[in-house]
């Protein structure tokens, strides 16, 4: 497998930012191989907000903002402009925000999306894997 860009879903993040087990080996891996330039790994912008948010109720303000900070240096951030917004209101996909990951994965031509939801990634044109599944399966 070539160099690769994939788009990382929030709930991956989540697992490396508060440590949710158990989660966060695969999905530590993972960031080590961007981290590794293996991999570039691209975040959609309006996933940075869910992320401080989950992480600050979950720990506090300052642990938010520092994950954040590590997160905006190892990762490409997608953008989320009108576009991506249009596409994906008019997609049909039961969930927006899922939508919206996918639209910006296009956009930023991602060749996989990386999420612990599988299923909400139904209608994807991209591969999907979870973070267990692309270590097991790339990075073995």
Wanted: include cysteine; proline fraction near 2%.
């Amino acid at each position: 497998m070539g160099y690769k860009k994939i788009l990382i879903d929030a709930n991956v993040c989540l697992d490396v930012t508060i440590m949710r087990h158990p989660f966060y080996k695969a999905s530590a891996k993972l960031f080590e191989a961007i981290e590794s330039k293996l991999y570039v790994g691209v975040l959609s912008a309006d996933s940075l907000t869910n992320i401080f948010y989950v992480t600050k109720k979950l720990t506090n303000k300052e642990v938010a903002f520092k994950q954040l900070k590590l997160l905006y240096k190892l990762l490409e951030i997608g953008t989320v402009d009108s576009s991506t917004i249009e596409m994906a209101l008019s997609s049909g996909w039961g969930d927006f925000e899922d939508a919206i990951q996918f639209f910006c994965g296009l956009e930023h031509s991602c060749d996989a999306i990386i999420t612990r939801n599988e299923k909400d990634f139904g209608k994807s044109t991209l591969p999907i894997y979870t973070p267990e599944k692309f270590v097991l399966n790339y990075l073995t």
